[in-house]
C-alpha cells in the first residue's frame, strides 16, 4: 500500500486539533474513520461531502466500552485493516483543589476517558490493527502535564494524573508490542487554542491546524530510532515522561 494511501482512525475528530489531523490526512491522499462525539457538530458532515469515499463518520465516546465495540463494528464492516490508530480525544477536567471530594469524583471521570479510553481502543481494534500488510501505527496524544520528573501545574491534577496515567499506558503497550511490529508515537501537541473548556479558548501560542501540521508527519513517518519510545512535542522537543 501506498504512503499516502492509510487507512487512519482518529478519536475526538469533532474538532480542534481532531479535526485538523482528520482534513491533513485527507488532504494527502489517506482513507480516515473519525470518531464523533458530539453529532450536533456539524463541521466533519460538511467535510464527509468534501471528501465522498474517503473519510467516514464513527458515533464513539472512549469512555464508554460498548460505544468502542460498536465503532469496531462499523469499522470493521468498511475496512479489513487500520494503519494508523489516533488516539487524540481527551477532557480537561474541573479545575480545583486535589483534597476536594468533589475533584477525586471528577478524576474517575477524566481517568476513564483519558487513560483507559485509549487502552481500550487499542486492544479492541486489535484485529484490525495487527495485519501482515498494515502500518502497525499507534498515536497519542499526551501532554506535558503528564511528565512526573518536570511537575508545575498547581490545578487541574485530575488531567495531569490521566495524562501520566497514560504515559504509563503507552509505555505498557510500548513494552508488549514493538517486538509484534508495532511502531508508537506519543505526542504533546503544545500550547493549543482548543475547545477543552468547551467553547474556542483565546488562550494558547498556536493554532490546532499548526500543531497538526507537525503531528501528521510526526504519525506518518518513519523514525531514525523506532526502538526507543520518547514524548515528543510539535517543536521536536523530547519531554522526560
Known amino acids: 500500500m501506498s504512503d499516502l494511501n492509510r487507512v487512519v482512525l482518529i478519536t475526538g475528530a469533532d474538532r480542534g486539533l481532531g479535526f485538523a489531523l482528520t482534513k491533513?490526512?485527507?488532504n494527502r491522499g489517506d482513507t480516515v474513520f473519525a470518531g464523533q462525539y458530539m453529532e450536533e457538530w456539524q463541521e466533519l458532515k460538511e467535510l464527509q461531502r468534501q471528501f465522498e469515499g474517503k473519510l467516514y463518520l464513527v458515533p464513539l465516546d472512549i469512555s464508554d466500552r460498548d460505544s468502542i465495540k460498536n465503532a469496531y463494528k462499523l469499522v470493521a464492516g468498511q475496512t479489513d485493516h487500520v494503519d494508523i490508530l489516533v488516539n487524540n480525544a481527551g477532557i480537561s477536567g474541573k479545575f480545583s483543589n486535589i483534597v476536594d471530594e468533589e475533584s477525586v469524583l471528577d478524576g474517575v471521570r477524566v481517568f476513564k476517558t483519558n487513560c483507559m479510553g485509549p487502552l481500550t481502543?487499542?486492544?479492541t481494534f486489535?484485529?484490525?490493527l495487527n495485519k501482515k500488510d498494515a502500518l502497525k501505527r499507534l498515536c497519542f496524544v499526551s501532554?506535558?502535564?503528564?511528565?512526573?520528573?518536570?511537575?508545575?501545574?498547581?490545578d487541574g491534577f485530575p488531567y495531569t494524573m490521566?495524562?501520566?496515567g497514560l504515559n504509563m499506558t503507552v509505555r505498557l503497550l510500548f513494552e508488549e508490542l514493538y517486538q509484534e511490529?508495532?511502531?508508537f508515537r506519543l505526542y504533546h501537541p503544545g500550547w493549543m487554542r482548543t475547545y477543552m473548556q468547551?467553547?474556542?479558548?483565546?488562550m494558547g501560542k498556536i493554532e490546532p491546524e499548526e500543531s497538526s501540521a507537525k503531528a501528521m508527519v510526526?504519525?506518518?513517518e518513519p523514525q531514525k530510532h523506532e526502538d526507543v519510545l520518547r514524548l515528543i512535542d510539535n517543536e521536536g522537543t523530547v519531554w522526560p515522561f
Open 198 to 202: 468547551g467553547t474556542k479558548s483565546t
Open 126 to 128: 486489535f484485529p484490525l
Open 218 to 220: 510526526f504519525f506518518s
Open 181 to 183: 511490529g508495532f511502531t
Open 162 to 164: 490521566s495524562k501520566a
Open 143 to 154: 501532554s506535558e502535564a503528564g511528565s512526573i520528573s518536570v511537575c508545575h501545574r498547581e
Open 121 to 123: 481502543m487499542v486492544r
Open 24 to 26: 491533513d490526512f485527507l
